[in-house]
């Protein structure tokens, strides 16, 4: 792991999430050394990197169904998290579930006719990523330990479709700024993000206030696992919601990070929770995201 040295600022810990594909590190390692780089000057900080997987074996069939069942419950409690304006209709989300339980089923049975060469394939490419799911939640969690062992104030979460930009060092800046003007002795744990793979929330109970800069929410709120940051007040208690619930290692992580937060039933104000606007990194896979990357992340 290594140090930079700078007394102005808190101490920072990035770590970053991959699974050493070559194709995917040759564009964005530059880019992120390049801004670990030029932000020396300004940040106390130390990186490290959380890329060791096991050979991927596929599960099964039933794993794959339980796994599914699990998320769509997790989505749907999400949505009742977030404020009775983000809760679907009764009808709306039950043919929310009917069509994504007819395009489950669609690979397995009604493309079995047509495609009999095929859907062993099919089948086995779905088995392999869900094992890489579970390999890649099972990262997170190390670096979430590795932060809490580091002893910095702040951990710094980023998988490798974060892509930094021409604009990540100054925005960086100022969401660092926006936090300490905001964070108070009151607040029960910090969790920002800094990229996301969806659209950010703008209405709802939990939205609080936005600005030209960041999005404000009353309760802690996530949109995916690209690039998040949390302080150790936050992390201890995340840790220890995983450690007394093991099952959750089963869970994709950006899932996870949903059910970990719902875990809480935090307050709303108990936790400082914001978004920058524009994101600090890119999202290789989300609309306007870094272009080079389109052709290389699958």
């Given at each position: 792991?290594?140090?930079i040295m700078?007394?102005k600022n808190?101490?920072l810990?990035?770590?970053?999430?991959?699974?050493q594909?070559?194709e995917?590190e040759k564009?964005?390692?530059?880019l992120?050394?390049?801004?670990?780089?030029e932000?020396?000057?300004?940040?106390?900080?130390?990186?490290?990197?959380v890329f060791y997987?096991?050979e991927l074996?596929?599960?099964?069939?039933r794993?794959k169904?339980?796994?599914?069942?699990i998320?769509?419950?997790?989505?749907?409690?999400?949505?009742?998290?977030?404020?009775?304006?983000?809760q679907?209709?009764?009808?709306?989300?039950?043919?929310l579930q009917l069509?994504n339980w007819a395009?489950?089923w669609?690979k397995?049975?009604v493309?079995v006719?047509?495609l009999?060469?095929d859907?062993?394939?099919?089948?086995r490419?779905?088995s392999?990523?869900?094992a890489?799911e579970?390999?890649?939640?099972?990262?997170?969690?190390?670096a979430?330990?590795?932060?809490?062992?580091?002893?910095?104030?702040y951990g710094i979460f980023?998988?490798?479709?974060?892509v930094?930009?021409?604009?990540?060092?100054p925005?960086f800046?100022?969401?660092f700024s926006?936090?300490?003007?905001?964070r108070t002795?009151?607040?029960?744990?910090?969790?920002?993000?800094l990229?996301?793979?969806?659209e950010?929330?703008e209405?709802g109970?939990i939205?609080?206030?936005?600005?030209?800069?960041?999005?404000f929410?009353?309760?802690?709120?996530t949109?995916?696992?690209?690039a998040?940051?949390m302080?150790?007040k936050m992390?201890a208690?995340?840790l220890?919601?995983v450690?007394?619930n093991?099952?959750?290692r089963k869970i994709?992580?950006d899932?996870?990070?949903?059910?970990?937060?719902?875990d809480l039933?935090?307050?709303?104000?108990?936790?400082?929770?914001?978004?920058?606007?524009?994101?600090v990194f890119?999202?290789?896979?989300?609309p306007?995201g870094?272009?080079m990357?389109?052709?290389?992340?699958?």
């Amino acid at each position: 792991m290594e140090s930079i040295m700078n007394n102005k600022n808190p101490r920072l810990a990035f770590f970053r999430i991959h699974n050493q594909n070559p194709e995917r590190e040759k564009v964005v390692r530059p880019l992120v050394e390049k801004f670990l780089a030029e932000l020396k000057p300004y940040f106390l900080f130390s990186f490290a990197e959380v890329f060791y997987q096991p050979e991927l074996f596929p599960v099964s069939v039933r794993e794959k169904m339980r796994a599914k069942r699990i998320v769509d419950q997790i989505a749907h409690d999400f949505r009742v998290y977030k404020g009775s304006h983000a809760q679907l209709p009764f009808f709306q989300n039950f043919f929310l579930q009917l069509r994504n339980w007819a395009a489950f089923w669609y690979k397995f049975l009604v493309r079995v006719p047509f495609l009999r060469k095929d859907i062993k394939k099919i089948a086995r490419r779905s088995s392999y990523s869900r094992a890489a799911e579970l390999y890649l939640t099972n990262k997170h969690i190390r670096a979430w330990e590795m932060f809490m062992e580091s002893g910095a104030d702040y951990g710094i979460f980023l998988e490798d479709d974060a892509v930094p930009n021409l604009h990540s060092l100054p925005r960086f800046q100022d969401f660092f700024s926006a936090l300490e003007a905001n964070r108070t002795q009151e607040k029960e744990g910090v969790f920002l993000i800094l990229s996301y793979g969806l659209e950010p929330l703008e209405q709802g109970e939990i939205f609080e206030r936005k600005n030209e800069e960041f999005i404000f929410y009353k309760r802690p709120v996530t949109l995916g696992s690209v690039a998040y940051v949390m302080d150790r007040k936050m992390m201890a208690k995340v840790l220890k919601i995983v450690y007394r619930n093991p099952e959750y290692r089963k869970i994709p992580a950006d899932w996870l990070l949903n059910q970990i937060l719902m875990d809480l039933k935090p307050k709303n104000g108990t936790y400082l929770c914001f978004l920058a606007q524009p994101a600090v990194f890119d999202h290789a896979l989300y609309p306007g995201g870094n272009q080079m990357l389109k052709s290389t992340i699958s």
